[in-house]
């Protein structure tokens, strides 16, 4: 059975620093992995997604990598502000339903 | 183009009534999604639908029932909710091709007495 993991639980670092958030899974058997942000109150925004074949993507100041040989991914995001505060998830695709199983997230607070 | 919408975004029942809650699409996906969130864990699948006349049980279905009145909604049916079901419930919709990437409506936040 498919099992996500991200480590660790909440995360609080100083503003303008680079951080890695990490996100592991115990089958390498994936199609995709993708990063969400969600918002207190709110709902899931896509950040990332990175099909199995890939090894990273990256959009601005954040970048995910990928490699399903050690069921591992991470989440850098350069340059961190205030405004990044939030919760941060991680789903794999596991198979052709394309069911996403989830971690649990980080909970991530940028201090000013 | 509003995404995926979801009605309501809160609401609180009694041990043993009944609700459905409503998602709508309007990117022409196929897929459809039911998830929910409790504190501390992550998303948990309840039920899918691959497409219009189509559904299929995911990883927490008991309690729950789910109806894809046509392309464009599938809808989550409580028939006697319990305090178990006390989550926040998302509905998401997949985009086709190779990117598989689903987008997910704001969420109903709901509580069982």
């Known amino acids: 059975k498919q099992e996500v993991t991200q480590i660790p639980a909440a995360l609080s670092v100083p503003e303008g620093e680079n951080l890695v958030l990490n996100c592991s899974f115990t089958?390498?058997?994936?199609?995709?992995l993708q990063w969400f942000r969600q918002d207190p109150g709110k709902g899931l925004t896509s950040l990332l997604l990175?099909?199995?074949s890939q090894r990273e993507q990256t959009s601005g100041r954040l970048n995910a990598s990928l490699d399903k040989s050690s069921g591992r991914s991470t989440l850098y995001i350069a340059a961190s502000q205030p405004g990044d505060s939030a919760t941060y998830l991680c789903?794999?695709?596991?198979?052709?339903?394309?069911?996403?199983?989830w971690g649990a997230g980080t909970k991530l607070i940028i201090k000013p | 183009n509003a995404g995926v919408t979801q009605t309501p975004k809160f609401q609180v029942l009694k041990t043993g009534q009944s609700m459905t809650l409503q998602c709508a699409q309007d990117m022409n996906h196929n897929s459809m999604y039911w998830y929910r969130q409790d504190p501390g864990m992550g998303l948990r699948l309840i039920y899918y639908s691959a497409s219009e006349g189509t559904t299929d049980k995911g990883e927490v279905p008991n309690g729950y029932n789910v109806s894809r009145l046509n392309k464009r909604e599938f809808s989550l049916r409580l028939e006697s909710a319990a305090p178990s079901q006390t989550s926040v419930y998302f509905c998401?919709?997949?985009?086709?091709?190779?990117?598989?990437?689903?987008?997910f409506g704001p969420g109903t936040r709901l509580t069982v007495t």
């Open positions: 990175i099909q199995s």
């Open positions: 789903a794999v695709i596991k198979d052709s339903n394309y069911q996403l199983i």
């Open positions: 998401a919709s997949r985009e086709q091709g190779i990117t598989y990437e689903q987008y």
């Open positions: 089958d390498s058997a994936i199609y995709n």
